[in-house]
């Protein structure tokens, strides 16, 4: 693989936390403008999954991290809901650390270097 090219399944995360943090975004926009209590930390959130996904595109470490706290940030809160919303986001907080921290992922975020230079 050439040290510049993004593997693809860092390319796929990358746009699913955009489209994740736009639709997000989008779709409780009104709340927040209705002023309801906790919209503006819902927007945030969705917010940070925009940025993490464009900055992961980009090849920026500090992104696969963010990416990574965001995703479990949301296995937490499924904690408190049924069994079956913890267990999907535990099985998708695990596909995105294999993917992002997996092999392909880390030469990709280290800039496709195979060794200490």
């Known amino acids: 693989m ?28 009104r709340a927040m403008l209705a002023s309801r209590s906790g919209s503006v930390w819902v927007e ?26 965001w995703i479990a940030f949301h296995v937490i809160l499924s904690a408190f809901h049924s069994f079956r919303q913890f267990a999907i986001h535990a099985v998708i907080c695990a596909v995105i650390a294999w993917v992002l921290f997996g092999p392909g992922g880390a030469r990709y975020f280290r800039g496709g270097r195979s060794g200490p230079a």
């Open 2 to 29: 050439n040290s510049n090219q993004r593997p693809l399944p860092v390319t796929i995360v990358g746009y699913v936390y955009i489209l994740v943090g736009a639709a997000g975004f989008a779709y409780h926009f």
């Open 44 to 69: 945030l959130t969705e917010l940070v999954a925009l940025v993490c996904g464009v900055f992961i595109l980009r090849g920026n470490n500090c992104a696969r991290w963010a990416a990574l706290a």
